[in-house]
């Protein structure tokens, strides 16, 4: 038996034992409480596995190549935040970078060094807090407004110069619906009844 309090109306719930799919809602306004997802930690682990490996691509790869007739220059993730740099544009290069390159990086390896230990039935060093920063993070993510931006840039620059997407375009797309996938499969209730179990036990 569990006590949560209602995300819309603030009243606090005694909630059973859900079985599979069952759903938990609020007495009073009808808000959803609680939906537990099967398999949870383990879909949550694989889907940061491949977030990791299609960030590593997706900065280690040419992302677009600019061809003007037998130039071709080709691009980086991180090529505009250093020409917003070296233009002047400081902090505009600061929150790109944070928002498109640290933020879905700390939020993958901080995921992967809480649930891997929570698999094996372990509680990583700091790991409520972290799992508590990740809540706060999760706003910065805006790898899906970077997206629309090179898309804009795309169409105006098509008449301009022959566009040739590189290998870190498929794995960036890919990475965008991981983390989408992730956002889903991920049980932030089990997370915390888990760590806090796991570490009633160790005292």
């Known amino acids: ?4 309090a209602c995300h819309e109306c603030d009243l ?4 059973p034992h ?3 799919r069952g759903v938990a809602c609020c007495a009073r306004c009808g808000g959803v409480l609680l939906r537990p997802k099967p398999d949870s930690i383990d ?3 694989a889907l940061v596995c491949a977030g990791l490996i299609l960030y590593v691509a997706a900065n280690s790869f040419p992302f677009l190549g600019l061809k003007s007739g037998s130039l071709v220059n080709e691009t980086t993730l991180a090529t505009g935040v250093r020409l917003l740099y070296d233009q002047g544009l400081r902090g505009l290069a600061a929150l790109v970078a944070i928002t498109c390159l640290v933020v879905p990086a700390v939020e993958l390896i901080t995921l992967l060094y809480v649930l891997l230990p929570l698999k094996l039935n372990r509680v990583a060093w700091q790991a409520p807090r972290l799992f508590r920063l990740l809540g706060h ?3 910065w993510s805006m790898l899906d407004v970077f997206t629309l931006g090179i898309l804009v840039t795309l169409v105006k620059l098509g008449h301009m110069v022959e566009i040739v997407p ?3 375009v498929w794995a960036f797309g890919g990475l965008i619906v991981v983390l989408a996938a992730l956002s889903a499969a ?3 209730h089990e997370v915390w009844e888990r760590l806090g179990a796991l570490t009633c036990k160790a005292r």
């Open 1 to 4: 038996m569990h006590v949560i």
């Open 12 to 15: 606090l719930n005694r909630v």
């Open 18 to 20: 859900l079985p599979a």
């Open 43 to 45: 879909r949550s682990l």
């Open 137 to 139: 993070l999760k706003s």
């Open 166 to 168: 590189g290998i870190s």
């Open 186 to 188: 991920l049980d932030r």
